[in-house]
């Protein structure tokens, strides 16, 4: 790869992922705001703050079905430029709300509007990669993209420090602002016209058969909606976790920096080895490595003694083994989506989110003051991603290629 080339696809991965950046932001930032919240707006039940985080995914996953077909047809460009304005416009709609209602109703038009903006630069990654070479793309954005996880919960308790939880929304907004210009000015379209598709209900789900259809897209997804269980009923749960399984909230944005450092590295280490090693072997070192994690994670929580320590190492390892299994299980899944890589980005994250926030959910809303029901999920659907991978899906030679 030539000089040139090299900072031009370098330059790509740091605007595409500062972009995403949002919405890890959207989510991370809001975790040690939840109770202010909740108080601020009347709510007394912790379990329903988790809604502020849900609803925000439910929205995000929902949205890619409708993003995708439309970045399919008018162009990766458009859906992003609009996706960020409208999440722009969320935002400070949720600011200047005083009802939890309209709060979470202002989340999930923010969460379809990061939906516009996932669908697209995926769509972008897609339309100029493929195989080994896109995995290793997003291995090296999710870097980058890992940097708010890192620093936004940091970010929201200092906030909180000198003012209300409405001023992180407001930061959010300035955030949107920002990118909207950046991606304005640095994104070209990636879409070709000849490859556009006609915006209508019978091609779209003509689309969607043959992204079902695909072997490799339907099983590989599955199995990523299985590990995305477990991460949304971690993502859920980890505020009440911190503050009272074990007793103490303001650990929650250095636990959840280690973690998120942890999992950055994995996502590096992956983008540099993947070409070398393979996307098949990474996969199932990985997975099998996830389901040993959760299993001695539950027995940890059987024995009931669960210290910021021993919280936060196994769910490092939990999570780094759930980066190396993504970026592969994401790029095996794409593998033959080139012509439809709009509607297969849209398709594939709407259903892998979905079956996320309905699992976690399930988890979230079972939090008992343990971590029971976090690492039960965790091992149940780690079982279940591995027999897709081990047994299920149809991992051949020619998907390394």
Known sequence: MSEGRKHEVAEFIAVTATIMMLIAFAIDAMLPALPEIGTSLGVADRNAHQWVISIFMLGFGGGQLVMGPIADSLGRRHVLIAGLAIYLVACVIAASTDSFEALLGARLIQGMAAAGTRIAIVAMVRDRFVGAAMAQVMSFSQVVFMVAPIIAPLLGQAVLEVADWRWIFLGLAAGASAMLLLGSWRLPESMTAENRQPLNIVSTLRNWREVIGDPNSRYFTLAGACLNVGFTGFLVSVQQIFEQTIGDRNLLPLGFAIISTAVAAASLVNGIVVKRVGMVKILRIAVITYVIVAAFALLHSLLGDISFQSFVALQAMLMVSAAFAGGNLGALAMLNMGRMAGSAASLQGSLSIMA????????????????????IGAMIFGGFS????????????RTEN
């Open 356 to 375: 996320g926030v309905f699992g976690g959910s399930i988890i979230g809303q079972a939090y008992d003051g343990s971590t029971l029901p976090l690492y």
């Open 386 to 397: 591995a027999i897709i991978v081990f047994f299920v899906a149809p991992i051949k030679e």
